[in-house]
């Protein structure tokens, strides 16, 4: 079959849909992914199509509150465009990427089936509160799951989103369906949601109705040919080990104000480090700014990883078995933050708006100096990466190719 996958969103919404797409790919299908332009390459790069998607969605989410309200605005409008061409190409099935909600009209728009394939748990449940919400305590069983519905039924992001669903429709020439309806529409089908975590990390909730599974960390590609700079095997070869500190695509945006509160912290901890906010070079002897460098590649060589816990970098810290110092700034981060440390491979999480550089000193110590953390770490990294999360959506793919009629090509 034709499979599309929409990747809308920042490389950590793209990347593990690279890994994904080579597994479906491999099983005989085609397999094209809608992403934002900087993050074309990592989808060619691993032989599949690029289908390019307008908008930056890095300034709407950065900047002052009015600015961001702004910049949402016009990438609403210009996403709307763009999944609208979308529905004119060719496909057999959508996979959705939560950021890619809208893509289930697209679906319905070209008369093709769709499945969900998210990196955050937002599903009701009495389990934990909502993930992409404000609440990061659990507001109990009952209070949990309905504040995760309401957050279907009347969006966070209030008439913004639900405005984007109606223009999304009235742009397809589909009816209107609200908030509320589209998601009762989805559970009385009982339509699949694939979650790319694995369930070590994040149980399956006990109360979640079938069709929503856990499936293990779609692993993103190492880009094609890749070589690790020499400057960086100098570095690593040259002392301990170091330890890394990023705080994902935010770090763009003020790449030196990041910079400098790193590099203070560690020196106040008497650590080496491999900083990844933007800026690259040496630093100073014990810190080296690197640029993009594959972390299934390098978080193995660290002694402890410090990031924003996104949810790709969160599962390859899991994955390479090193103590994590969890920087939560925003979205689902918190979550991936308050997991780590259940699971006690992390100290206690440092949001981003009260970091400074004694914090991230004094938990940077800890989880390096502590055997405890590593020993945790290293136990679940050889759960996790026994996992093949890749399989059961490949299977359920199949599946459907099984049930469709032959030669059936859609518009």
């Given at each position: ?151 279907f039924e009347l969006p966070a992001a209030g008439p913004l989103l639900a405005g984007l669903s109606t223009k ?68 690593l070869a040259s002392g301990p080990a170091p330890v890394f500190v990023g705080f994902g695509s935010l770090a ?160």
């Amino acid at each position: 079959m034709r499979v599309l996958i929409i990747g809308v969103g920042t490389r950590g919404d793209v990347a593990p849909y690279t890994g994904l797409g080579v597994r479906l790919r491999e099983a005989g299908h085609e397999v094209a992914i809608a992403a934002h332009e900087p993050y074309a390459e990592l989808v060619t790069d691993a032989g599949l199509d690029h289908l390019p998607l307008p908008g930056d969605p890095l300034r709407a989410l950065t900047g002052r509150l009015a600015v961001r309200v702004s910049a949402f605005k016009e990438y609403s409008e210009q996403l709307v465009e763009g999944l609208a061409e979308i529905a004119e190409q060719e496909a057999d099935l959508l996979l959705l990427g939560l950021a890619g909600a809208s893509g289930y009209h697209v679906a319905e728009a070209m008369g093709v089936p769709s499945m969900g394939v998210h990196l955050q748990p937002v599903e009701p449940t009495g389990d934990f509160p909502p993930v992409m919400s404000l609440f990061h305590r659990s507001l109990g069983r009952w209070g949990n799951r309905r504040a995760a519905r309401l957050a279907f039924e009347l969006p966070a992001a209030g008439p913004l989103l639900a405005g984007l669903s109606t223009k999304m429709r009235a742009r397809l020439g589909l009816p209107p369906m609200p908030p509320r309806a589209l998601y009762q529409h989805r559970e009385s089908t009982r339509w699949p949601v694939f979650h790319g975590v694995s369930p070590v990390v994040l149980p399956r909730p006990s109360d979640w109705r079938p069709g929503l599974e856990i499936t293990g960390y779609w692993w993103p590609l190492r880009p094609r040919g890749w070589q690790p700079d020499p400057v960086l095997c100098d570095f690593l070869a040259s002392g301990p080990a170091p330890v890394f500190v990023g705080f994902g695509s935010l770090a763009g945006t003020r790449a030196e104000q990041y910079t400098e509160l790193a590099v203070h912290a560690l020196r106040r901890a008497g650590l080496r480090g491999v900083v990844q906010t933007g800026l690259r070079g040496r630093l100073s002897d014990d810190v080296l700014a690197v640029g993009d460098v594959p972390h299934d590649w390098l978080f193995p060589l660290m002694a402890a990883v410090a990031h924003h816990c996104g949810g790709g970098t969160t599962g390859s810290g899991v994955r390479a078995g090193v103590p994590a110092v969890a920087v939560p700034v925003m979205n689902d981060q918190p979550f991936w933050a308050s997991r780590l440390v259940a699971l006690g491979v992390a100290p206690a999480a440092i949001p981003f708006r009260r970091l400074t550089p004694a914090r991230l000193a004094t938990a940077l110590t800890t989880a390096v100096t502590d055997p405890a953390y590593r020993q945790r770490a290293q136990a679940l990294s050889v759960r996790v990466t026994a996992e093949d999360g890749a399989a059961p959506v490949v299977e359920a793919v199949n599946q459907l190719r099984v049930t469709r009629r032959p030669g059936h090509r859609p518009r």
